[in-house]
């Protein structure tokens, strides 16, 4: 399978505890994006990634969220102390910049957090 | 800042219905994006189009076409003699200049519902 991968598929939580999520993108892509969707509404940026470095982060993404992307290959998202309204399904992404810009970006199949 | 209307929440038609999806946009930019993910109940985004906004021409691939007007801040999405499998929520996109790297502002999405 080349496609981006996430994993876990669900996760299940009690409210503050911390969790991590992680994102395998596409081999020879060097963005990573974070996003968020909550039931019945549209993906939102959380953060993204140039190879390691974090570019961008949305202002959604308090101090409890953290994203790391050590290597520029795969990526975590942590969130700590979690909270009801944390619960939404959390999809990463991926693309490759080159001579087109504002490329398509390749999505997994996203983690979805419940915290009780 | 940018933001993406989809009105139609849900639209059911029956098999080899012609449906049309609407996307309305704003963006302070003069350079920008605009896409459409289809997300069947698997979850994954599946990337169906990438527009640019000087290139106004209408796209057509198979069944599905796609009409960009920038007099109206539209960007509608067609698809001709619908089927079962089309059955998915579908999404509307922007991403502005490349310094935003692409990241993506999503509509709130129009669940579409094929029925045999």
């Known amino acids: 399978d080349t496609g981006v991968s996430q994993d876990p598929r669900h996760k299940i939580t009690k409210r503050g505890q911390n969790v991590t999520f992680r994102c395998d993108p596409i081999?020879?892509?060097?963005?990573l994006y974070w996003y968020r969707q909550t039931l019945g509404q549209g993906p939102e940026f959380l953060t993204y990634?140039?190879?390691?470095?974090?570019?961008?982060k949305s202002r959604l993404l308090s101090d409890r969220f953290s994203a790391e992307r050590p290597k520029g290959s795969f990526s975590t998202l942590e969130i700590q102390r979690t909270e009801q309204g944390d619960s939404a399904m959390y999809l990463c992404?991926?693309?490759?910049?080159?001579?087109?810009?504002?490329?398509?970006?390749?999505f997994g199949s996203g983690t979805q957090l419940s915290v009780l | 800042a940018q933001k993406v209307t989809q009105a139609q929440t849900e639209i059911s038609v029956v098999e080899k219905e012609d449906v049309t999806l609407d996307c309305v946009y704003e963006?302070?930019?003069?350079?920008?994006?605009l896409f459409w993910y289809k997300q069947p109940p698997s979850g994954e985004l599946v990337f169906l189009i990438r527009?640019?906004?000087?290139?106004?021409q209408n796209e057509i691939s198979g069944r599905y076409s796609w009409n960009f007007q920038k007099s109206t801040s539209s960007f509608n999405f067609t698809i001709t003699a619908s089927q079962v499998v089309d059955s998915a929520v579908y999404f509307c996109?922007?991403?502005?200049?490349?310094?935003?790297?692409?990241?993506?502002?999503f509509g709130e999405g129009t669940q579409l519902t094929v029925n045999p």
């Open positions: 996109a922007l991403s502005e200049e490349e310094t935003s790297g692409s990241r993506l502002t």
């Open positions: 963006t302070r930019d003069t350079t920008y994006y």
């Open positions: 990634f140039q190879n390691e470095a974090q570019l961008e």
């Open positions: 992404a991926s693309s490759e910049t080159g001579v087109a810009t504002n490329e398509k970006l390749f």
């Open positions: 081999s020879e892509h060097n963005r």
């Open positions: 527009r640019n906004s000087f290139d106004e």
